[in-house]
């Protein structure tokens, strides 16, 4: 949802990457930002439309950005894609961050414009996708924020990393980062950052994105 310049930027990467992308935007005239090769949907609508919605194929959607200019319409409609459609993967943009951890309570990850880059949302919209914060010289180690299942919470870092292979470096918890160590437990809303194999980056996301008695 929104085919502003940084929708039009991830319907661009996620053709590129393989995938079947639709774009909705209410203005007909900003699918103009969409390159001539792009062969996606272009469905003008509202993205909290369910009709529009259905347009684009939401039925069958394995991820939804709202990316529109409006925090509200954005939240809105990632709320409508996964609670009326059932779109496991949702991630909306926002503009003010101190809203993030109130929409974050409500189950849809935000991406703030301050810190925005394409790279996190896909991270959030396609987590098994090997995206690195940091990697060394050599490229065999990474530095990676994981987007870790509501079943690990309340579970020990040290149960995380048995059973992911990857070792906690930082978690951000309402907004101020830490050390963690051999005791800290997972709480809902945190942010972890692991160290890992750069080969093992898509392993972790999937052991960590889905619930602890589905591992192995």
């Keep these: ?4 310049r940084v929708g039009a930027s991830l319907a661009t990467q996620l053709e590129a990457d393989g995938h079947s992308v639709a774009v909705l ?3 007909p005239e900003s699918f103009r930002r969409l390159p001539e090769e792009f062969s ?3 469905v003008t609508g509202l993205g909290f439309d369910r009709d529009a919605l259905s347009q684009a194929g939401v039925e069958d959607a ?3 950005a709202a990316v529109s200019n409006g925090d509200n319409s954005n939240v809105l409609a990632a709320r409508v ?8 993967n949702v991630v909306a943009r926002i503009y003010d961050p101190r809203r993030a951890e109130v929409y974050e309570r409500l189950g849809i990850p935000t991406v703030a414009t301050v810190r925005w880059t394409a790279d996190q ?22 530095l990676v924020q ?10 020990s870092l040290s149960a995380l990393e048995a059973a992911s292979g990857a070792r906690p470096a930082f978690v951000t918890r309402r907004g101020s980062a830490f050390l963690p160590d051999a005791g800290t437990v997972l709480q809902d809303g945190d942010l972890l950052h692991v160290l890992l194999l750069t080969a093992e980056v898509g392993v972790v996301h999937r052991v960590l994105g889905a619930p602890p008695t589905e591992v192995g």
């Design 40 to 42: 996606g949907r272009r």
């Design 25 to 27: 935007d209410q203005n």
């Design 1 to 4: 949802m929104g085919c502003g």
């Design 62 to 64: 394995y991820g939804f």
């Design 81 to 88: 894609a996964r609670e009326t459609f059932g779109v496991d």
């Design 121 to 142: 949302v896909l991270r959030r919209l396609l987590p098994t996708r090997a995206v690195a914060d940091l990697t060394d010289a050599s490229g065999r180690v990474s």
């Design 146 to 155: 994981v987007d870790v299942h509501p079943g690990w919470v309340g579970q």
